[in-house]
């Protein structure tokens, strides 16, 4: 910057020039801006809060998946409102506390959208140790796994039951009769198992065939 020094009786004495290089801070601002993008950009839910558990941060992705509308702001709202109550307890006093002392804690939770609608989500979250005397804060991302454990769910009721009627299977008839087995041990009580069986029902599908058979035996 260009500045002109004048002698006191108003003439023009010399030309100063003044300085300051930005390049450094414009860089650190255009590197906020893509980082500001790219966060944006994620289809996952990132937070920042600080360490006593306000919203520093939200992404327009985490509010979605919460239910919060874009325009609201959501800067010192309390952490413990992104989850269901019977979750937050371990968050609090165990995963938050863990990645606090080592730095990161990861692994499944619950988020709670504002519609009283609880998400599944694979989750992390990182502390972060402040900088030149700045407090530290922790960030949070989670992933919706809600299909994921949908998925899981059709899988482990086909493997545990039956097919065409939908009844409990082999497997998991064994698996619960080793539990009630253990318990009436621990317990010394006493238990009896029944048996059904339907007398004579091949006949059924050699001279009917197998689909009124099938109907028969959801029927039964």
Same mark, same amino acid.
């Given at each position: 910057?260009?500045?002109?020094?004048?002698?006191?009786?108003? @003439?023009?004495?010399?030309?100063?020039?003044?300085?300051?290089?930005?390049? #450094?801070?414009?860089?650190?601002?255009?590197?906020?801006?893509?980082?500001?993008?790219?966060? #944006?950009?994620?289809?996952?839910?990132?937070?920042?809060?600080?360490?006593?558990? *306000?919203?520093?941060?939200?992404?327009?992705?985490?509010?979605?998946?919460? $239910?919060? =509308?874009? #325009?609201?702001?959501?800067?010192?709202? =309390?952490?413990?409102? %992104?989850?269901?109550?019977?979750?937050?307890?371990?968050? +609090?006093?165990?995963?938050? =506390?863990?990645?606090?002392? @080592?730095?990161?804690?990861?692994?499944?939770?619950?988020?709670?959208?504002?519609? $009283?609608?609880?998400?599944?989500?694979?989750?992390?979250?990182?502390?972060?140790? $402040?900088?030149? $005397?700045?407090?530290?804060?922790?960030?949070?991302?989670?992933?919706?796994?809600?299909? *994921?454990? +949908?998925?899981?769910?059709?899988?482990?009721?086909?493997?545990?039951?039956?097919?065409?009627?939908?009844?409990?299977? +082999?497997?998991?008839?064994?698996?619960?009769?080793?539990? /009630?087995? /253990?318990?009436?041990?621990?317990?010394?009580?006493?238990?009896?198992?029944?048996?059904?069986?339907?007398? +004579?029902?091949?006949?059924?599908?050699?001279?009917?065939?197998?689909?009124?058979?099938?109907?028969?035996?959801?029927? %039964?």
């Amino acid at each position: 910057i260009k500045v002109p020094l004048f002698h006191p009786d108003g @003439s023009r004495k010399a030309m100063v020039v003044v300085g300051r290089d930005i390049t #450094e801070m414009v860089k650190a601002q255009n590197e906020r801006q893509q980082l500001s993008s790219i966060l #944006e950009a994620t289809p996952d839910f990132v937070s920042i809060s600080t360490l006593d558990g *306000r919203r520093v941060y939200m992404n327009q992705a985490g509010k979605r998946m919460l $239910g919060i =509308p874009d #325009e609201e702001e959501v800067t010192g709202l =309390p952490t413990f409102q %992104a989850y269901p109550q019977w979750i937050w307890g371990f968050m +609090r006093n165990e995963a938050i =506390p863990f990645a606090i002392e @080592s730095g990161m804690w990861e692994g499944e939770s619950t988020l709670l959208s504002r519609d $009283g609608t609880e998400i599944p989500v694979s989750q992390v979250i990182i502390a972060h140790k $402040g900088i030149e $005397g700045q407090e530290g804060f922790i960030s949070t991302i989670a992933r919706d796994i809600s299909e *994921r454990k +949908r998925f899981e769910e059709r899988l482990l009721h086909q493997s545990n039951h039956d097919a065409l009627s939908g009844l409990p299977n +082999r497997l998991l008839f064994h698996d619960r009769l080793g539990q /009630a087995l /253990a318990q009436a041990s621990l317990t010394e009580h006493l238990m009896a198992v029944m048996l059904l069986d339907l007398n +004579r029902f091949k006949i059924i599908n050699d001279t009917l065939g197998h689909d009124l058979g099938d109907l028969l035996l959801n029927a %039964a």
